[in-house]
Each structure stands twice: as C-alpha cells, then as structure tokens.
C-alpha cells in the first residue's frame, strides 16, 4: 500500500512562482521514480515532470527551463518548483509513483488526492 498526498497549491498571477510537495508513505521501495502529473479543464492528465531515485530526472516540453523537480529520499518527499507560471500551467497537479527506464516514466496505479493551481492573468 502506498500513500501520496500533495500539498502546496494555491492562486497566483502570472510571472509568480510555487512551490508544490508531495509526501509518499507505505510500501514504496518497489519503485524506482516518482512523476508529476496535471490535468487542466477539459484537458488529458499530462505528465509534468519525472525523477528517478538517483536524481535524474524528465520534463515536458512545456515547462523545461520554468519547473524543477526534486526529492528528499529520506523524507520520501517530491518536491515540483514552479516558476515563471503562466495561465495555461493551471490545473490539478497529482503526485505519482512509478517506474522508469531512459527517460521514459511510467506511473503505477497510486495517485495522490490532487492539489489546485491557479494560475490569474
């Protein structure tokens, strides 16, 4: 059994930055990555960011250079700074856990409840 539960979410203008956590407990040690996922009105879950246990990690192509993901091994925590948030970066962000191989992520079943960003022009 895995738990995630994402926190940090909130309304900011345009240009502004957040940061967003995601706190994993449970039976975790079977994967090897966790991933950033989001799903904004009417639109497809998406991944955001990826990374594997050893740091490396996988952006979209629509937040390279903007968001950075990192993680705290020993808190078994995820970590998504947002900056330079632009409108279209609303959505419901969710916490995952899953596998990797390259640069591929590949979530598992486990999710987390989904914390709200807003992003105002």
């Known amino acids: 059994q895995v738990q995630l539960v994402e926190s940090g979410g909130g309304l900011v203008q345009a240009g502004g930055s957040l940061r967003l956590s995601c706190a994993a407990s449970?039976?975790?040690?079977?994967?090897?990555?966790m991933g950033w996922y989001r799903q904004g009105p009417g639109k497809q879950r998406e991944l955001v960011a990826a990374?594997?246990?050893?740091?490396?990690?996988n952006y979209a192509d629509s937040v390279k250079g903007r968001f950075t993901i990192s993680r705290d091994n020993a808190k078994n925590t995820m970590y998504l700074q947002m900056n330079s948030l632009k409108p279209e970066d609303t959505a419901v962000y969710y916490c995952?856990?899953?596998?990797?191989?390259?640069?591929?992520?590949?979530?598992?079943?486990?999710w987390g409840q989904g914390t709200q960003v807003t992003v105002s022009s």
């Open positions: 990374i594997t246990r050893g740091g490396s990690t």
């Open positions: 995952s856990v899953g596998g990797s191989t390259g640069s591929q992520y590949y979530p598992s079943d486990y």
């Open positions: 449970g039976s975790i040690f079977s994967f090897n990555a």
